[in-house]
């Protein structure tokens, strides 16, 4: 069995490059060369902090669950993937047996292994590594015009569209609506090109930084607000007890649902995404307005479906990666993608030889 090179979360503010083993692809099986990866919210919160609330890190686990390269061999029943294929791999391994799995919401199975993940012990380990041994169906081919940083967007691309997905289920089709997305992190300026190509009218984000504002502009928002420079930015849609149809909520901070649930119309929809630790909710206006509120968590068959718009270009998710950093400066890189002031999307390019963008 040969080894191939990873970055190894040891415990908080504890990040190393280690080595890990690559095994021979078995049955159902195939072999990536990591190309690119990107640094997500849960993957800092590991780093700076140790865990995600409750859920701690208790033993080394390698990071990272957004993740593209190149097949360098597959298993010996594999026929749909070729050696040389670009493909972007799904995080996901549901059970397949659990009530949930058998119920066709695989994305809440009881027994997820989850790239990148401290919940269980042992930990599911990630996939920031030159090289990765990963389930076929797990992986998704891409056209060669597609960059490798661009194919390591599917993932977050995916939540985004689950959110929208959701929200359609409850209120009906994007196209027409009058949108606000808070928060201009990875996944609101993914939720903005998710509801530009659905044919929202018009698209508000909010955010507390400008350059992160400006990336969501590139990404197809109509109006940008700061909501600390410009205190009365939002004013126009909170009007008439508001104007806004539908909220997604990318950032889980109190002062910007406050100002999502103002701008929403009555029997408006909220759709929450971003998650963080107990949060207040201004639930006498929610209730006044007979707000819509809905979860949206993770994703299922719509990561074929990020694949697929990334791949024909319906979106191009490359104006969020901010920065590119090499696996050997992996630190830099973290430190790099927790700077909120001039980082959205941070990644990692794990072959020098590639052209990351």
């Keep these: 069995m040969t080894q191939t090179r990873c970055v190894r979360l040891n415990g908080q503010d504890d990040l190393t490059i280690a080595a890990t083993d690559l095994p021979t692809p078995d049955r159902g099986q195939v072999r990536v060369a990591v190309l690119a990866g990107g640094i997500c919210g849960s993957d800092l919160h590991y780093w700076q902090e140790g865990g995600i609330g409750t859920i701690r890190v208790r033993e080394p686990i390698i990071l990272g669950h ?53 919940m269980y012990l042992p930990h599911e380990q990630g996939m920031f590594r030159d090289g990765i041994t990963i389930g076929a169906a797990q992986c998704h081919p891409l056209p060669d015009t597609v960059t490798p940083g661009a194919a390591a967007c599917a993932e977050p691309l995916a939540v985004c569209l689950h959110a929208a997905n959701r929200a359609e289920a ?111 909710l201004p639930l006498n206006l929610m209730v006044g307005k007979e707000i819509l509120f809905v979860g949206s968590h993770r994703f299922d068959t719509e990561f074929a479906d990020a694949v697929g718009l990334i791949g024909t270009g319906a979106i191009d998710p490359r104006p969020i990666i901010t920065a590119t950093f090499p696996m050997s400066d992996a630190e830099t890189a973290f430190r790099t993608a927790a700077d909120r002031a001039r980082s959205v999307k941070v990644q990692l390019s794990f072959a020098e030889e590639e052209t990351q963008s």
Excluded: Y
């Excluded at 670009?86 to 292994?113: I, K, W």
């Design 66 to 118: 957004e993740a593209a390269g190149r097949i360098e061999a597959v298993g010996p029943d594999v026929t749909h993937l070729q050696v040389g294929q670009l493909v972007a791999m799904n995080p996901s391994h549901p059970c397949g047996t659990c009530d949930f799995c058998q119920a066709g919401l695989p994305h809440h199975c009881m027994a997820m292994r989850f790239k990148g993940s401290a």
């Design 170 to 280: 409850i209120a009906g089709p994007l196209a027409g609506k009058t949108v606000l997305v808070t928060g201009a992190g990875p996944i609101g300026a993914l939720c903005v090109a998710v509801a530009r190509l659905r044919g929202a009218a018009t698209i508000i984000v909010t955010d507390i930084q400008d350059a992160t504002l400006a990336v969501a502009r590139r990404m197809g928002a109509d109006h940008a607000v700061n909501p600390v420079a410009d205190p009365d930015g939002l004013a126009e849609w909170q009007q008439d007890k508001g104007r806004v149809d539908l909220v997604f909520e990318c950032s889980a901070a109190a002062s910007a649902i406050r100002d999502a649930v103002a701008c929403l119309r009555p029997l408006g929809a909220l759709v929450q995404v971003g998650v963080a630790g107990p949060t207040p």
